[in-house]
């Protein structure tokens, strides 16, 4: 099993709408986690960390479910501009710095 | 401020031909990555510099590439006897620590082995 599962999508919705995406994890004793955006031929850039109690920025909310092992996207009124793939990060924890990146989901808005 | 810095921006080289691509991080940042991204594919950890610690190479997929880390700052990492598999965008990631997951991303080399 991988360490950091996503569905790769594409996902096609019109502009406007709610989208929502999750990852898994296999590791229980992950500690930290994270979503990245990638444009097409670009790098990827940090969205936003992902807490305990979950966080929103703006028209993005991120959450963690423990329990399942699990940890969602949700992005609000989507516009064109949010068209990328979106990376989930996990970090293990315990001092260990290096963190697993996902294959991504991509998302394509339409007008 | 100036961000992470990679070259060459694009590498075409002759199968078996050695190559070296260099990074340069973000001033201050202790905390060095390597990663691989095949076309459509996700990142593949390649290797990690925390500072003066023994770099964590459990990446790296054979003996023929190697990176080093000149005076805590730029990077290099070297492919000899490069084969086509080989191709792929190459990324370096420079974060500060210890929030080492923050990381910040370079442009990437696109490398081809023709």
């Known amino acids: 099993r991988k360490e950091v599962e996503q569905d790769p999508g594409p996902f096609n919705v019109p502009e406007g709408a709610t989208v929502a995406f999750n990852c898994t994890y296999s590791?229980?004793?992950?500690?930290?986690f994270f979503w990245y955006r990638q444009d097409c031929r670009k790098e990827p850039k940090l969205l936003m960390s992902?807490?305990?109690s979950g966080n929103e920025d703006g028209r993005f909310t991120a959450q963690l479910n423990r329990a399942s092992q699990y940890i969602s996207l949700l992005i609000r009124d989507s516009k064109l501009s949010d068209s990328a793939t979106y990376l989930c990060?996990?970090?293990?924890?315990?001092?260990?710095?290096?963190?697993?990146f996902g294959t991504g989901t991509k998302l394509q808005v339409i007008p | 401020g100036a961000g992470v810095s990679q070259s060459p921006s694009n590498k075409v080289t002759e199968k078996g031909k050695d190559v070296e691509l260099r990074c340069d991080p973000i001033?201050?940042?202790?905390?060095l990555y390597w990663y691989r991204q095949s076309l459509g594919q996700g990142l593949e950890f390649l290797i990690y510099?925390?500072?003066?610690?023994?770099?964590?190479k459990s990446g790296l997929p054979s003996d023929r590439f190697s990176a080093e880390r000149t005076g805590g700052s730029v990077s290099t990492l070297t492919i000899q006897r490069t084969q086509q598999e080989d191709s792929a965008v190459y990324l370096c990631?420079?974060?500060?620590?210890?929030?080492?997951?923050?990381?910040?991303f370079g442009p990437g080399t696109r490398l081809t082995v023709t």
């Open positions: 990631a420079s974060s500060p620590s210890p929030r080492a997951y923050e990381q910040y």
């Open positions: 590791n229980s004793a992950s500690q930290s």
């Open positions: 992902v807490y305990s």
């Open positions: 990060v996990v970090n293990r924890g315990g001092g260990y710095q290096k963190v697993t």
């Open positions: 001033s201050g940042h202790t905390a």
């Open positions: 510099f925390q500072g003066n610690s023994a770099p964590d």
